[in-house]
């Protein structure tokens, strides 16, 4: 009997038991926040979660496992989870369950339940202890889609940045639906939630990084400061001064979706600097725009400090 | 007696008409094509439809304009749409009424209807005539998210392309979501859906461009061809050989979410180029990806012809 079979001999089938219910009730931002448990789902999710979960060094600040639920048929699309699944198994302190169909469905508000999902536990990293440890880090003010701050994180990880910071007015990253779109990288970059935008611009001086607002009005553009960083890099004197050296390490602050960040919020930084718009777009979204900025950033300190 | 009131005078309250039941049969690709007309939703794309709309000297390859309709609360939250409402009203042959807000949720998909939306034509440019106009073109290889193709189409604008190509096999663009995620671009970037690769690529090397494919496992980054664009530029040598000069004018593709690209997609390109990966994330997303990519051929182009 192998370990899907084994899984299989117990299977979760009453959609209306306690368990599926207190995983249901992590849609909602209070019972996450009194648990300290949040919901990872689809593939992807629970394979950054068991992949952590199993790593004998996991960084400090990313989520714990706490429970797996998963269908037969999915688990046998994705061997890899299966092998992952069975030495946490083994190793223990997880619960790992079957379930079916309808019990998954029930547990999630996804219009397209995924087959998988796993509970985990919200990190508790403080947010100096994650700006001490990042050479480059966004910060999320009052962003209010969860899909784009999934799809934030996910960029911030791509790009190498050790801290995703969530002012206290943005929407939650570990709500599902930012978690569906963030594919796995909250288990990559420590989260930091609920800080003032005052006091992380505090820690992040303390800990000596510059600030950068994206500002779509600013006279600044990215661009400007990565072409200068890479003629400084080739020993060539940039053609205009700039006034931030982007090869520094970074916190960059991006604004909300609507009204972008205030005059107060930009006060915070060394200067406000726009993503260029060469076409007739009003404007970027902010994950496009974290994206471009982020990037210029990690390739500029990359140049200066390969 | 004010155009708004003017407009209430003859609100449509039915939401079983057969107007109603017309424009929410929109929702169906087979309509669409059937139909050639497609709804855009939300204040953002209605804005972009009327300007384009009220052009005197409107670019080729855009929507054309059909009929607009708006909730009175929601025509009072927008002055600027309602003053271009009347002077398009003014001017005629656009068919425009206030509805109740149940008679505009019945004719959406929303789950949370944005209070108006147009009914506009599918544009109609050719291949050939949309990358002959094209320096920088983005072409989606089998896309399958709306919402992916959107985000694409916006960053594409943002970017300065000329032209997004949908191969046959990609969702619809012009799909309500993909609507509502493009944020009012594609009244700005000429899009052409069904074409087949082959005859993309050989009619993008007929207007001289070449040909650059998105591929996560690619050797190249677009970074060194960034940098020695950039480097090129300032008259300086750049330190190694890059095999595609970046400020060539050039169509790019990007594929599949879940496969990327296959070999013989990647076969028609020039060469394959990865966004680098500086964190632990697995991939990018196709929007991010396509932003990072475009962005770096706009600045390469604009710097050697600024």
Redesign the interface.
Known sequence: MNFTERLGDRLLSNTRSDRVRDVAALTRRSIRSKRALFRAEGP?NVRETLRLALSDTPPPGLPGLDAVYVTEAELERHPDIAADLEALAERGGVFIRAVTAEVLAAMTDAVTPQGMLAVCSLPTLTLDLALARAELACVLVRVQDP?NAG?VV????????RAAVFTSGSVDPFNPKAVRSS???LF??PVVTGAELAEIAVAARQHGLGILAADGYADILV?ELA?AA??RS?G?EP?AHTPYELSRPTAWLFGNEAQGLTDEEKAHADCAVA?P?????????V??AA??CL?AS??AQ??AHP
Chains 1, 2 share one sequence.
């Open positions: 992807q899909g799809t996910r960029a911030a990880d791509a790009a190498g940045a594919a796995g990288s990559h970059v661009d072409d890479l003629l080739a060539v053609f993503v718009l060469y076409g007739a777009a009003e404007s970027l979204n994950g496009t994206t471009v990037y990690a390739r990359r140049r």
